[in-house]
Every structure is written in C-alpha cells, then in structure tokens.
C-alpha cells in the first residue's frame, strides 16, 4: 500500500495542527509553517500527477480495511490533476497573502491549512459520506476565511452562506440516505456496481437520492438557480481568499463529474444516465445569468466574481454533452479558467489597493500607480478568460465547441457560448478602460504593495499561457483522464481488488 | 412504524422549513436544528428499523441491526452541532454589525 495517497490530506492537517499550537509564536513562524507545508503539497501532488499518468490508480485502504467496508482513497488521473491545480493556486494565494493580507484577522494560515484539507480530501475520498465530510471541513474553513479581516458586506456574505450551505449540508445527508436505503453501501466503487443491478422497484428512491446530490453540488458549484450567492460573497473575500475560492466551484463540478458518472453513468440499470437531460439546459442558463451578471457589475471583483460562476456553467454544460470528448474539453477548461479565475482576483486586489477610495470600482476617475504593469497583467487575464487567440482560453472554447459539434443541441452551445463570450469582451474592454485609460488627471497614489504579490498574480496569469504553450501536453493529459472516466471498470476493479486483505492483529504492516 | 417515522419526519421538515423561511436569525437557526433532527431520524431508519434486536451484536441473534447509519449519525450529529455553534456565533456578529436580526442584514432598522 502506497502511503504517498494519504499526504495531500495529512501535510495540511499536521501543519494546521501545529498552527494551532504555535499560534503566539508570531507571523514569521506562522508564514514559514503555511509556506512549506504548501509547497510541499504541491510537489506531493506533482509526484502523484507523475505516478497515475500511466494509467494505473493509487488506492488507499485506511487502516487496511478491505474495499467496501472501510475508508478507501483513490487516485487516478482526475484526482491527480484536481490537486495539483489545487496546490498552484494554493502556493500563489499565500504568496499573495503573506505581503500583509494575512495579518487582516486571526489564524489565516491555519483557517487556509484546513481549506486544503478539505479540498483535497474530496478530490481523494472513494466514498460518499467521507465526501459530505470533506466538504463540511472545507465549508467551515470558508466561511473563517470568508470572515477575514471583518467588515459589515464579509459578515452578510458569511451569513447567506453558512445558511445556504446548512441547508444543503441536510439535502446530502437525506441523499446519502436515500441512497444507502436501496443499496446498502457508500462505496463509490461497491455503489456504480449496485446501482447497476438495482431493480426497478427500488428505482425511485435511488434517482431521488441521484438528484438530491445534483441539488447538493449545484449549490457548491453556484449553478443557476442556486447560485446566487456567490457573487457578493467572492466580491467581499480577501484577496487571496477569493483567490483560492476559485476552486471551490470546481469542487462541486468535481463531484457531479466523479458521483454521477460513475455511479450513475450510462449502464446503471434504472438509474443509467440520470442527469444527462439536466446538464446541458442548467449550464446553458447558468451561463446566460452570469452574462448579465458580468454585463451589469459595476465593481471589478464582482464582474469577477459573475466570471467564476460563467465558467462553472460553461463546465456544466459541457458535461451535459455526454461524451469522451467533452469531459476532456471540459477538464482542459477548467485548467484554464481556475487559474486565471484565481490569478484576476489578486490583481483586482492590487487594482483596488493603488486606486484608494475609488477602489476596484468602474465608475470612479482614479489612476493606478503602476499603469503599465497592472495595465499588462489586465490584458493577459482578460485574454485568457474571455478566450480570446491566442491564450489557452481561446483553445478550451474551441475544444468546447468542436466537441458539441455533433450533439443536437448543438446549436443551443453554440449561440449561447459564442454570445456570452462576446459580450464577456465587452464587459472586460470597458472594466479595462474605466481602469486604466479613463482616468482623468487625478492624483497618482503610492503602490500599495511589492513585488511579491505581483509575482503570484503573474505566476496564476501567466499558467494560462503556459497551457497554450504546453497545450499538447495537457490535452492528451485530459483526453487520457477522460478516457479513464468513460471505462468505469478500471476505477471499480483497482478499489474493489483487495476484498482477500483482511486486517488481522497478527499481521505485520500493510501490504 | 413506518408510517408514523416518515409522517414524523415530513412533519418536522415542513416545520423546518416554514422556519426557514421566516429568514430571522433566530427562527433560522431553530429551523436548521429542527431540520437535523429529522435528517438524523432519516438516515437512521435508512439502515431499516427493528423491534427487539440487540443495539449492536448479540449471540444468537437472527438479524443483526445494521451499525452503519448508526455511526453516520453519529458523525452528522457532531458535525451539525458545530455548524450550529459557529452560525449562532456569527449571528450574533451580524446582529452587533447591522442592529438587526434579519438574514438579509439590510441596512433598514
């Protein structure tokens, strides 16, 4: 057994611990423990990445309990992928962060340590009530972080959210039941066998039980009609909280493309295909929504913020097209627009920090410090969100687009993508412009912050170019990972392989 | 025993939710708690219900009760109970920020 699965998990659990314990110790101690534990996430993750490149998953039997009784952790591809994502956009935030950020309120590090937890816990965990755990932990983590540095719009934000979220947290636990009810099982792998010969009889509940979830997910990943919280929740984040909530969105998505594809994918019996005819229509309006949403900000960090919830709809409904191809386009989108998701926050941070009272907002005559520098990072982001040649977002559209090139709703994608990312440019020029060209003769402020905050937001702008240029590489990455997907069985036989390990005191280790 | 569970549990969720609704901090948080209670009934009787049987092992005994939902609730208890205590405590917060005790915050007294 492969200790190597557990580290994503225990880095930011042991390094949150010890946080915990050194919480006078000053901010240095503190900056060092969040610093190294993150990077050394990332290299974690990158190892993994290397390692199920092949093909072949990592699963981790806790406590060596065999598959559908106890805990398992699985990586394959996704997995791997998730993380490393998780872990660059990690490293950058808290870059961001410990200029001065993080001294805003109490324990940044360790409330940031506890979000990883629960982020990569659910890109690993094989089994439906360790995800509604993970997902709690890294609820929980959010609204601290949400919290910090205080302020009247933060509080109302926290609140909409930990109600929301309170609710939804009861809808999955009455899924996860409904589900339990007719199966007798939370094993993702034990669950895409069961469900697949599960009579019709009993097949009401278990859809009930599907859809629930898809209810559950859509609230994390801010789906149109439960996603309205999001907006003013991300425009009154911190800078580099709201850069690492960029993940987030992607943790629901994740969850809809691993639960629901594998446990309720094509040949699950009465369940087969259960959200295929929900996908495609809640994307296509999450991302009509989020358009206008984009279209009618006046502030920067919620036009951002409106973009987030653009680029989980776009995900959706490429998922709704239902093929290989799709999820592979899907999965080099997500690449793409969580980075420079993340990456655009922190530079509105810097934007808002150099303009003073105007703040990040379009409708004030106010220069920035540092035009050319802030104008040049703008330009790049804007590129690459709005996806325009010739950055990676440019190249996921099109993968997007030649994948529902024959799916009959075809032109339903085509009209809505093509739109939206049109008048996206529209929005974006004229942010743009208010910022850095209609500024009038106001008075320059001084630059509110170094140079390290500049180098994370580069560092997250910059990853969309640098998956332009190493654009093969990563879309033979995501056409492998999606393959992987579709043939349910390599993730049902490499976690249900080991029923013949049985934990017995008089054996010595793992195997 | 079915029926009374179930009729038991749509009666707390509908309770739950009317609270809900009311979007005043207070009845929200009885709400979300109502709302626990009945999803901690639900999963419980998802391992099926029994009369008789022993809690968890007995000798002898021809159907066991089934553990797991058991230690599910276990586990949605606790985590419910300190989603509730850091909801009441920023509630509190948004009642000194704001002056008010509505979920909106608005600004209106």
Redesign the interface.
């Known amino acids: 057994m492969n200790h190597l699965v557990l580290l994503p998990v225990l880095i930011p659990l042991l390094s949150g611990s010890l946080l915990l314990l050194t919480g006078r110790a000053g901010k240095t101690v503190e900056r060092s423990i969040g610093l190294v534990a993150t990077v050394a996430l990332l290299l974690v993750a990158v190892v993994l990445l290397v390692r199920v490149g092949g093909g072949e998953l990592m699963v981790y039997y806790n406590g060596n309990w065999p598959a559908p009784y106890g805990i398992v952790l699985v990586v394959d591809r996704l997995s791997a992928l998730m993380l490393t994502l998780a872990a660059v956009l990690a490293v950058a935030s808290l870059l961001y962060a410990i200029n001065g950020d993080d001294e805003l309120g109490p324990r940044f590090h360790l409330l940031f340590q506890m979000q990883l937890l629960g982020i990569n816990g659910a890109f690993l965990t094989g089994d439906l009530?360790n995800l509604f755990?993970f997902f709690?932990i890294l609820l929980?983590a959010s609204?601290a972080l949400q919290?910090h540095g205080g302020g009247?719009t933060r509080?109302?934000a926290?609140?909409?959210i930990?109600?929301l979220n309170?609710?939804g947290?009861?809808i999955f636990?009455?899924a996860?039941?409904?589900i339990?009810?007719v199966t007798?099982t939370?094993n993702l792998a034990d669950l895409a066998v069961k469900v697949a010969t599960t009579g019709v009889e009993q097949a009401g509940l278990l859809r009930a039980g599907g859809l629930l979830l898809l209810v559950v997910f859509a609230l994390k990943a801010a789906l149109v009609p439960l996603g309205f919280w999001l907006p003013p929740a991300y425009a009154a984040a911190s800078a580099p909280a709201a850069a690492l909530f960029a993940i987030m969105t992607k943790v629901g998505v994740y969850a809809i493309l691993r639960v629901h594809g594998l446990v309720f994918g094509p040949d699950a019996g009465a369940a087969a295909s259960l959200l295929t005819p929900w996908l495609l229509p809640i994307g296509l309006l999450t991302v009509v929504v989020a358009t206008l949403g984009v279209l009618a900000s006046r502030e920067l960090r919620r036009l951002l913020a409106h973009l987030i919830v653009l680029s989980a709809g776009t995900l959706i409904l490429t998922l709704g097209l239902d093929s290989e191809a799709a999820t592979s386009a899907a999965l080099y989108y997500t690449l793409n627009s969580t980075l420079v998701g993340g990456g655009l926050f922190l530079l509105a941070d810097l934007i808002a920090r150099e303009r003073g009272e105007a703040q990040a907002r379009l409708d004030r005559e106010q220069t920035v410090a540092r035009p050319a520098l802030l104008g040049t990072l703008f330009f790049v982001g804007a590129v690459g969100i709005a996806g325009l040649p010739p950055l990676a977002g440019f190249a996921a559209k099109l993968y997007i687009l030649q994948s529902a090139f024959l799916h009959t709703g075809a032109s339903w994608v085509f009209s809505v993508v093509l739109l939206s990312g049109l008048l996206v440019i529209i929005a974006l020029s004229r942010a743009g412009s208010a910022l850095f060209w209609r500024t009038g003769n106001s008075a320059v402020l001084e630059a509110g912050a170094g140079l390290l905050p500049a180098i994370a937001t580069t560092l997250l702008l910059f990853g969309t170019a640098a998956l332009m240029l190493g654009g093969g590489m990563a879309t033979a990455f995501t056409q492998a990972t999606a393959a992987q997907l579709a043939d349910r069985t390599v993730y049902i036989d490499a976690v249900m392989s080991n029923l013949s390990i049985v934990p017995s005191p008089h054996r010595e280790g793992g195997s | 025993m079915e029926a009374l569970l179930s009729v038991l549990i749509g009666v707390m969720i509908a309770s739950a939710v009317y609270l809900?609704l009311r979007a005043r901090i207070f009845p929200?948080v009885l709400g979300?708690s109502l709302?626990?209670y009945?999803?901690?009934i639900?999963?419980f009787?998802?391992?099926?219900l029994q009369l008789g049987s022993a809690p968890l092992v007995e000798h002898g005994l021809a159907q066991l009760p089934?553990p797991?939902?058991q230690a599910?609730v276990l586990?949605?208890i606790v985590?419910?109970f300190?989603?509730?205590a850091?909801?009441v405590v920023?509630?509190l917060?948004?009642l000194r920020?704001?002056g008010n005790d509505a979920?909106?915050?608005g600004d209106k007294p």
């Open positions: 009530f755990v709690e929980i609204y919290l009247r509080v109302r926290a609140l909409h930990v109600v309170l609710a947290s009861a636990l009455i996860i039941g409904a339990y009810a007798g939370l | 809900l929200v979300l709302l626990g009945a999803v901690n639900f999963l009787a998802s391992g099926r089934d797991l939902p599910l586990t949605a985590i419910g300190g989603m509730t850091f909801l920023l509630a917060r948004a920020e704001f979920v909106d915050g």
